[in-house]
């Protein structure tokens, strides 16, 4: 009997020693959590943009104390939540249709998506961007769209970006004869063939 109560209280005392130890595991493992990287970057990245905030705040408010109009647009726009988020997606896919340009891998199809889904993101951004901004949206998708169409002999439809980039207010491609004078080129490499889109362009913008 004795020898039985002893092993009960051996078995016990080891239970409670394996428990004590588990614990301590666990409370390392939560102060390693707590004192990670990952924590401390969000903790850098969310005291930078508390940091930004008010030092555009600051900015915004001695413009329109100044009556700058051009700051006050600029220090509004880097305050508002929907302008930043487009922003940064409407640039973040323009630099990635640069890098499939010049990346051998990238599939012909696979490059014609991305610069269709670019010319709609860039009209749908264009009014937002034009609220603060004076200057016209920078839209190079069309001009690099309308290169690759060229290169590959499609002149119809090359032109035919040309006249959208014309309608949608993108008449600028950093040439003399802006997208006017390139849908006007598009169309006589076409052996003077066009569409109602283009004809249209053509009768409103190239006259």
Not at 54 to 73: F, P, S, T, V, W
Not at 94 to 100: G, H, N, P
Not at 131 to 155: D, H, I, M, W
Not at 162 to 173: E, I, S, V
């Amino acid at each position: 009997m004795i020898y039985f109560v002893f092993f009960v209280f051996v078995v016990f005392l080891c239970f409670i020693l394996v428990s004590s130890r588990k614990e301590k595991k666990k409370s390392k493992v939560e102060k390693v959590v707590t004192r990670s990287p990952i924590s401390e970057n969000r903790r850098d990245v969310d005291t930078s943009r508390d940091f930004l905030r008010q030092h555009y705040e600051e900015h915004l408010q001695d413009a329109i104390e100044a009556g700058n109009e051009k700051e006050i647009k600029y220090y509004s726009a880097k305050l508002d939540p929907e302008f930043q988020i487009a922003e940064n997606q409407y640039w973040s896919h323009d630099l990635r249709i640069m890098e499939m340009k010049v990346d051998k891998t990238t599939g012909k199809d696979e490059f014609e998506k991305a610069c269709q889904d670019q010319m709609l993101r860039a009209y749908a951004f264009k009014p937002l961007y034009e609220k603060y901004y004076s200057q016209p949206l920078n839209a190079n998708v069309f001009k690099t769209y309308a290169l690759f169409l060229e290169r590959e002999g499609r002149f119809v439809d090359a032109a035919t970006v040309c006249a959208k980039a014309l309608r949608w207010g993108f008449p600028n491609d950093k040439t003399q004869g802006g997208m006017a004078g390139r849908l006007v080129r598009m169309v006589k490499k076409a052996g003077g063939e066009t569409n109602a889109e283009v004809e249209d362009a053509l009768k409103k913008y190239c006259q």
